[in-house]
C-alpha cells in the first residue's frame, strides 16, 4: 500500500552499451520490463537511422507471417494458444527465420497456384460435363429432329410478306455453354431483342452448385442452348455471351459422339480430383508444420523489431564503438536493471562491461505505481480522470474502500447486491481460464477486468442491504422489532391507519433494532418520509467527510514537496472555510440525533432553514417564562409555546454568537486565499530580482580585478611551476577555478557529477547563473481567484451534488418495490390448482429477468457512473492535480498478446 500511497521514485540514467553487446543488452531488458527509454533522435528521420535496414526485415517477416496466418484461417487452424515466451533470438538468427518463412511462403504461394490452375480445370470439365449430360437429356427428351423441329417452327418466317415458309428451307446450328444463375433472365431478353427474336433459348439449372477456383464460394449456373440460323447470328450470339461471361463449350451434334465425349471427360475428372486431393493433403502438411511454430515465431519477429526500434533511439559514438541510451527507471529496480545489463553482456560474449550511469536533471519523471490483479482496476479508473503529478498523493488507495462503500450507498439491496457478488466471485475463481483466451465480446472482457471490484460492489451493496433493511424491496425481521402494537383486530378494522405513540408502543427496556432500520417501517404509510430524512443526512455527512479526506490530503502533498506558502494561503483557509459552513453542518445534524428525542417533536429543528439563517443573520430566541426554573433548551415535555419553541427559533444555548462567529470566520478565508499568495510571489520575486542584479555587479568587479592583477603579474614558466610546486591554478579567481574544474566533472547530458548545474563561466562571466524567469503578477492573480472561486463555490456545490447519493438509493428502493408489487406479488394471487403454479413459474422467470436486466445492469451502471463522478470531481479536485504522465517501461509482455494484424 506504501508504493501505492505515492508514485515510485524514479531516476533517469544513462546507459553505455558496447555495440556487440548492445542488443543482448536491450533484450535482457525487455524482458525485464522496468526501462522506459527516451528518443535521443527526434528530429532524425525514421529512414535515416542506424538499424533501418534490420526494421525493413522484421516487416517483411511480418508480412511473410500474416500470409501464412490468412492460410491457416482459410483453412479454420487457429494457432495454439501456449503460455510460450520464447527469448528474443540472436542477429544471426535472422537469416535463419527468413530463409524458413521464405521457404514456406515460396511452397504455399506455388501450392496455391497450381491448385487454383486445378481447379479451375476442374470448374471447366465439370462444366463441360454438365453441358453434355443436360444437352443429351434436351435431345433425348424431344428427339434429334423434335427439338430442332420446334426451333424451326419459332423461328422460320415469311421476310418480305410476314408469311411461314416451309421448315425444310430453314438450316438451323447451336451453340451450347453454361452462363450465371442471375444473369439468366437478362441474357434471355436481350437475345431476343438484339436478334429480333431469330434465337431460341433452352436453359436448365446445375443441379449442385460449383465452387470458385479463386475464393472457393459456391456459385450457381445454368446451362444454356441457342439455336439460330446463319454465321451472321452465330457471331452476334458469341459476342452477347462474351459480354455476360457465358462460357461456351464444343457440344457433337451426334449422341454417340456426346457420349463418348462425356466419358472422356469423366475420366479426365476422376485423375483431376485424385490430383486435387494430393494437392490438398501437401497443402495442409506445410500449414500443420507452420502451425505448431508460428506463434513463437510471431513473438520472436515482434522482440527483434522492438529491440531495433529501441536501438535506433540511442546515440551512437563512433570514437568509442558504443551506443548511449537514457531512460526512466525505478529506483527500486536498479539493481535488477544492472543485472540484466550483465546479463546481456555475458550473453553477447563483450568484454567491456555496460555501465548505468545515473543523471540529475529537472525534467519532470514518470508516474509509476506498482500494482497487482486487485489494485489495477481502481488505479485505472483514476488514470482515467488524469494521470497522477511525480509523487503525489494517488487517490487509489482510499477509492479501493470508498468507491463501492459510495457505489453501495446508492444500490443498497441486500438480495441485488448478493447476487452481483456472486457474480464477481465466480469471476474470480475462474479467471484464469476467462483470462487466458482472447475473447472477441468487448462487454464480457469489460466485466471480466472489473470482476474484482464488481465483487466489492456487491459485498459493500450486502452490507448497505442490511443497513437499509432491504431485500428485494422487503425488510426482515432477524432481531426482533423494538415496536410492539397494542392495537386488537376489531380496532385495526375500523380505522386503516393508526399512529403509534412511541411513547405506548415502543420497548425501551429492549432498545432499537440492533442493526439498520427497524422492520416495521417497511408496512409504515410514512416510510419515505422517515428513510428520506435519513439517508439525505447520511448523504451530506458522508460527502464533507470525503471532502474534509481530500483537503488534508491536500496539506500532505504540500507538506512533502515543501510548499509552506500553499500550506498557510490555501490548505489552512480551505479548511478553516469547509468546516466552519459544512462541518458546523454536520455536526448539527449529530446534534439532533442526540439531543432530540419523541418527547419534544413540535420543535425539532429544521437544519436546511436553520442553515439558510445562519447566512442571512436572522435568529428567534425562545423565551423564558416566569417561574421556570429548567433548562431552556433541553427536550422535555413543556409546551411548546410558552417558550417560543418551533422548528425554526434557536435551539440550543449560544447558538448565535457561535454562528455568527463561523460565517465571520468563513468569508474571511476568501480575501486569504485570494490576495495574499499573489502578493507573496510577487515579493519573493522582487526580492530575487534585486540578488541576482547584486551578483552579477560582484561578477564584474571580480573579473576586472582578475584581469589587472594578471598583467601585472604574468605566469611563471612551465619549468617554474615544477619546480616550485604550485598549482596552475592557485591563483585564478573563484570564478575561473570553478571554469577549469568544472571541464572534468561535466557529464554527458550538461551537468556535474554531484549533481549541481555548470555555470557559464565558460562561455562569458557576464552571463547569469539562473535564468530569470518572467513574473506576470496579473496571470497569478487571474489563477489564484479562479482557484478560489472554483473551491468556495465547489464547496456549496459538491455537497449538494453528494445527495445524489440519497436520490440514487431512492430511486433504486421504488423500482425494487414497484418491480415486486407489479409483478411477483401480482402472480402469487393466482387462485388456480395446477395453472397457478406454472403461471407463478412464469411471473418468477420474468421478475428475475427484469431484476437483473433493469436493476442489476442499468441501475448498476447508473450507479457506478454517479460514484465515478463522485470520486472524479468532489474528491480528486480537492488534491489531485492528475497532469503527470504515465511510466510506459520497454516490455515484451504486451507483445505475448499482441495481434498479428496491428
Known amino acids: 500500500m506504501g508504493a501505492l500511497f505515492r508514485s515510485e521514485e524514479m531516476n533517469l540514467c ?28 527526434p528530429d532524425v528521420n525514421a529512414f535515416q537511422r542506424k538499424f533501418v535496414s534490420e526494421i525493413m526485415r522484421c516487416e517483411e517477416m511480418e508480412r511473410k507471417l500474416r500470409y501464412i496466418h490468412r492460410e491457416l484461417k482459410k483453412d479454420g487452424m487457429k494457432i495454439p494458444d501456449r503460455d510460450e515466451n520464447p527469448k528474443a533470438p540472436a542477429p544471426k538468427e535472422m537469416i535463419d527465420l527468413e530463409a524458413t518463412f521464405e521457404k514456406i511462403e515460396s511452397e504455399l504461394k506455388e501450392v496455391n497456384t497450381n491448385a487454383e490452375a486445378l481447379r479451375r480445370n476442374y470448374l471447366e470439365l465439370t462444366e463441360l460435363k454438365e453441358v453434355l449430360k443436360k444437352t443429351q437429356i434436351f435431345f433425348a427428351e424431344h428427339g434429334r429432329h423434335g427439338i430442332v423441329d420446334d426451333a424451326q417452327h419459332a423461328l422460320a418466317h415469311d421476310e418480305g410478306g410476314g408469311g411461314f415458309v416451309p421448315v425444310t428451307s430453314v438450316q438451323l446450328g447451336f ?27 433452352k436453359h436448365d439449372e446445375i443441379d449442385q452448385p460449383l465452387e470458385d477456383p479463386v475464393s472457393g464460394d459456391a456459385i450457381s449456373k445454368c446451362v444454356f442452348l441457342i439455336f439460330f440460323q446463319g454465321e451472321q447470328l452465330k457471331a452476334r450470339v458469341r459476342k452477347i455471351c462474351e459480354g455476360f461471361k457465358a462460357t461456351l463449350y464444343p457440344c457433337p451434334e451426334s449422341a454417340s459422339e456426346r457420349v463418348e465425349m462425356l ?18 493433403d501437401h497443402r495442409k502438411r506445410v500449414l500443420m508444420s507452420a502451425q505448431k511454430e508460428i506463434r513463437p515465431w510471431i513473438i520472436k519477429v515482434k522482440k527483434i523489431k522492438a529491440i531495433y526500434h529501441t536501438l535506433n533511439m540511442c546515440n551512437f559514438d563512433v570514437s568509442h564503438n558504443s551506443l548511449i541510451a537514457e531512460c526512466w527507471t525505478p529506483v ?25 550511469h545515473r543523471m540529475q536533471t529537472k525534467e519532470v519523471p514518470p508516474t509509476y505505481f506498482k500494482t497487482n490483479k486487485f489494485t489495477t482496476v481502481f488505479q485505472e479508473i483514476i488514470d482515467a480522470y488524469g494521470i497522477a503529478t511525480y509523487q503525489e498523493v494517488n487517490p487509489a488507495p482510499y477509492a479501493i474502500i470508498s468507491f463501492p462503500f459510495l457505489f453501495a450507498v446508492m444500490f443498497g439491496d441486500f438480495g441485488h ?20 483466451g482472447k475473447s472477441d465480446n468487448e462487454i464480457m472482457s469489460m466485466f471480466v477486468g472489473g470482476r474484482y471490484i464488481i465483487t466489492m460492489m456487491g459485498l459493500f451493496s450486502v452490507y448497505t442491504g442490511l443497513i437499509y433493511n432491504d431485500c428485494f424491496s422487503k425488510s426482515v425481521n432477524i432481531f426482533g422489532s423494538g415496536w410492539h402494537p397494542s392495537y386488537d383486530f376489531r380496532t385495526l378494522q375500523k380505522e386503516t391507519s393508526w399512529t403509534m405513540n412511541p411513547a405506548d408502543h415502543f420497548d425501551n427496556t429492549t432498545g432499537p433494532y440492533p442493526f439498520g432500520v427497524d422492520p416495521i417501517w417497511q408496512s409504515s404509510m410514512n416510510k419515505i418520509t422517515f428513510t428520506n430524512s435519513l439517508k439525505m443526512k447520511m448523504s451530506v455527512i ?18 512533502y514537496f515543501r510548499r509552506p506558502l500553499n500550506v498557510f494561503c490555501e490548505f489552512i483557509p480551505q479548511l478553516v472555510f469547509l468546516m466552519c459552513l459544512f462541518g458546523y453542518l454536520v455536526a448539527l445534524v449529530f446534534y439532533k440525533w442526540l439531543f432530540f428525542t419523541a418527547e419534544c417533536p413540535q420543535y425539532a429543528p429544521q437544519l436546511l432553514i436553520q442553515f439558510i439563517n445562519m447566512f442571512l443573520l436572522t435568529y428567534t430566541p425562545r423565551v423564558m417564562p416566569a417561574n421556570f426554573t429548567g433548562d431552556l433548551y433541553a427536550c422535555t415535555s413543556i409546551e411548546p409555546t410558552s417558550i417560543n419553541a418551533t422548528s425554526q427559533t434557536v435551539f440550543f444555548e449560544h447558538q448565535q454568537p457561535i454562528q455568527i462567529t463561523l460565517v465571520i470566520l468563513a468569508l474571511l478565508m476568501v480575501p486569504t486565499m485570494l490576495l495574499v499568495k499573489p502578493f507573496v510571489l510577487r515579493a519573493r520575486h522582487n526580492a530575487r530580482v534585486k540578488a541576482n542584479c547584486k551578483r552579477r555587479q560582484g561578477l564584474y568587479a571580480t573579473s576586472q580585478r582578475t584581469l589587472i592583477h594578471n598583467e601585472e603579474h604574468p605566469e611563471p614558466s612551465d619549468d617554474s611551476k615544477g619546480v616550485k610546486g604550485d598549482k596552475p591554478e592557485a591563483h585564478l579567481s573563484d570564478i575561473e577555478l570553478g571554469a577549469v574544474r568544472g571541464k572534468d566533472n561535466i557529464a554527458i547530458n550538461g551537468e556535474e557529477e554531484d549533481g549541481g548545474i555548470v555555470g557559464h563561466s565558460e562561455v562569458g562571466i557576464s552571463e547569469p547563473e539562473e535564468n530569470e524567469e518572467e513574473f506576470d503578477m496579473g496571470e497569478v492573480f487571474i489563477h489564484q481567484a479562479i482557484h478560489t472561486i472554483e473551491y468556495c463555490l465547489g464547496c456549496i456545490s459538491h455537497t449538494a451534488s453528494y445527495l445524489r447519493l440519497w436520490a440514487l438509493s431512492l430511486a433504486h428502493a421504488q423500482l425494487s418495490e414497484v418491480l415486486w408489487s407489479m409483478l411477483f406479488r401480482f402472480g402469487l394471487t393466482f387462485d388456480m390448482a395446477y395453472v397457478g403454479g406454472i403461471l407463478l413459474w412464469a411471473v418468477f422467470g420474468a421478475f428475475a429477468v427484469v431484476t437483473v436486466a433493469v436493476l442489476l445492469l442499468m441501475e448498476g451502471l447508473s450507479a457506478f457512473l454517479h460514484t465515478l463522478r463522485l470520486h472524479w470531481v ?18 515484451f509482455k504486451h507483445l505475448l498478446d499482441a495481434d498479428l494484424d496491428e
Open 14 to 41: 544513462q546507459i553505455f552499451l558496447q555495440s556487440e553487446a548492445a542488443y543482448a543488452c536491450v533484450s535482457e531488458l525487455g524482458e525485464l520490463g522496468m526501462v522506459q527509454f527516451k528518443d535521443l533522435n
Open 175 to 201: 451453340v451450347a455453354g453454361v452462363i450465371p444463375r442471375e444473369k439468366v433472365p437478362a441474357f434471355e431478353r436481350l437475345l431476343w431483342f438484339a436478334n429480333r427474336g431469330n434465337t431460341f433459348l
Open 263 to 280: 466419358n472422356g471427360v469423366s475420366t479426365r475428372l476422376e485423375d483431376l480430383n485424385t490430383v486435387l486431393h494430393q494437392t490438398e
Open 332 to 356: 527500486s529496480g536498479l539493481e535488477e536493471i544492472q543485472s540484466a545489463l550483465k546479463h546481456g553482456t555475458e550473453l553477447s560474449g563483450s568484454t567491456v562491461p555496460s555501465i548505468l
Open 417 to 436: 447486491g448478493f447476487i452481483m457478488f456472486l457474480a464477481g466471485l465466480w469471476m474470480v475463481i475462474t479467471e484464469k481460464k476467462l483470462t487466458s
Open 542 to 559: 458522508f460527502g464533507v467527510s470525503q471532502m474534509l479526506l481530500g483537503v488534508l490530503l491536500s496539506f500532505v502533498n504540500h507538506a
Open 874 to 891: 468532489e474528491f480528486n479536485s480537492k488534491f489531485y492535480m492528475g497532469d503527470g504522465y504515465k511510466f510506459a517501461p520497454y516490455n
